[in-house]
C-alpha cells in the first residue's frame, strides 16, 4: 500500500482492494490508526480528530486528488 502523504506525526495510505465508501487511511508515528472518509472527513478509529487536524485540512483541499488516487488503486 503507497504513502500517499507525509505528516510529522502519521502518514496517509490509500489500500488496495479496501471496502466502500471512498476512504483512506492515517497511520500514527506510535502504531495507531483510523479511517477518513473521503467525501465527509468523518473519522472512524482510534485517533481523535484534534490529533490528526492537519491531515484533515490537508485531505479537505485535496479532495479530488484523494478521489483519484482511490480510483487508481481500486480498479
Request: net charge negative.
Amino acid at each position: 500500500m503507497p504513502t500517499l502523504k507525509r505528516f510529522t506525526n502519521c502518514r496517509i495510505e490509500i489500500r488496495s482492494r479496501d471496502h466502500m465508501p471512498p476512504h483512506f487511511h492515517v497511520v500514527m508515528s506510535d502504531g495507531r490508526n483510523c479511517l477518513v472518509e473521503i467525501d465527509s472527513l468523518e473519522v472512524f478509529g482510534e485517533v481523535k480528530v484534534f490529533e490528526i487536524a492537519e491531515v484533515i485540512e490537508w485531505a479537505s483541499n485535496n479532495k479530488e486528488q484523494l478521489m483519484q488516487e482511490w480510483k487508481k488503486w481500486r480498479p
